[in-house]
């Protein structure tokens, strides 16, 4: 059998031929970006990791970062709508930080310690310096969580976002010996210590930015809640990274559970770890409440009740101990701000679901 003939000119297109570039997409920035953030990558490199960016995928080798019956434990979180904040201010630089946090701060609430992350950026024109500007932080919410970054997916689509626009997601998988997980044997008696947040992590933007529109600021105003700081550098502040304390905790035998405060505020999280027939009674008064908090809630008239419905109101992190003791004493020793805020009580039945009350609400109004 023969080969049909080639059409004339396959080989080399006339300059009048469409191209890819002119529908909008640049190969050649995407290849760009790539070598921009290779050196950020393999910064991230850990015990376990194999090649490179570049290949069809990702290898890792669990047993050489360590582990000899494990699980895997896959998360998988984007930033909301925070991003619309960055992409209007032009403050890309901690955005990727904030994908890294979503993920890890979930993986280690089931005991597991992140082994490596991938990200997805897609976008209507590539920008190489704003990409490789969020990139860079994925890379170092990466290293500040020991996780490799092991590779991602950048997407050009045009007539998919508006200009200047892009979305993000992150990937992340950890593992945990199988004797190892949480939540443990959580049960009366045990008691609730707080980790602190940065602000307003990156849940709840969509009324953020409902709230800031109303107060007429821009982005570049002065933050009216953080001296030296406009508007939007003080939102952008990133999520917090928890990883190192609440493994650290795990690994000392201290920890039975953890939950970490996104969407739904305490209320909506820390119920999600906690056994039937248990309670938790929260302290509303025994951990300080970041400015922004108020601020939002006196710009917005917000209630107390839907701002800890919304927000994580200052607690980022919820660990469920045995020994308070031990476990204030192991935080303090490395330096990490904590606060006991309530304990575990049993409910009424033991079947009941899990529930959270509080003994007195924070104050979140100026």
Not at 33 to 47: C, G
Not at 60 to 74: E, H, N, Q, R, T
Not at 302 to 329: I, K
Request: hydrophobic share 45%; charged share 15%.
């Amino acid at each position: 059998m023969t080969s049909a003939p080639c059409p004339p000119n396959a080989s080399s297109p006339t300059t009048s031929g469409a191209t890819y570039r002119d529908a909008g997409v640049d190969i050649e920035a995407g290849d760009a970006l790539v070598e921009v953030i290779k050196p950020a990558a393999r910064a991230t490199d850990r015990p376990g990791t194999m090649g490179g960016l570049g290949g069809f995928g990702a290898l890792f080798d669990l047993k050489a970062a360590g582990f000899s019956d494990p699980i895997l434990v896959s998360c998988t979180d984007g930033v909301g709508t925070k991003l619309m904040i960055a992409i209007e201010s032009g403050l890309h630089e901690t955005v990727g930080i904030d994908l890294v946090a979503m993920c890890v701060n979930d993986l280690v609430v089931q005991g597991a310690t992140p082994l490596f992350f991938l990200d997805y950026f897609a976008t209507g024109k590539l920008s190489v310096e704003d990409a490789a500007k969020v990139v860079r932080g994925i890379a170092r919410g990466c290293a500040d969580s020991g996780c490799a970054l092991v590779g991602g997916e950048t997407a050009e689509m045009p007539g998919m976002y508006a200009p200047g626009h892009y979305d993000l997601a992150g990937f992340s998988v950890g593992a945990a010996e199988r004797t190892a997980l949480l939540p443990g044997d959580i049960r009366p008696g045990d008691t609730l210590i707080a980790l602190p947040s940065a602000g307003v992590h990156s849940n709840g933007f969509s009324l953020v930015r409902n709230i800031v529109a109303r107060s007429g600021l821009g982005w570049d105003a002065p933050c009216p809640f953080a001296d030296g700081q406009t508007l939007g550098e003080a939102l952008m502040t990133p999520t917090t990274l928890y990883v190192h304390p609440v493994l650290d905790l795990h690994h000392a035998g201290l920890l039975v559970g953890a939950a970490h405060i996104t969407g739904g505020g305490l209320p909506g999280n820390l119920p999600r770890v906690l056994p039937k027939g248990v309670r938790a009674v929260v302290d509303g008064t025994a951990w300080p409440i970041p400015p922004v908090f108020p601020w939002l809630a006196s710009t917005g008239d917000v209630t107390t009740e839907e701002m800890l419905r919304v927000f994580n109101c200052g607690v980022g992190m919820v660990l469920v101990v045995r020994d308070s003791d031990a476990a204030m004493a192991r935080l303090d020793a490395r330096g990490q701000q904590a606060f006991v805020i309530g304990t575990i009580v049993a409910s009424e039945s033991p079947d009941s679901p899990a529930t959270l009350s509080f003994d007195e609400l924070p104050e979140l109004r100026d």
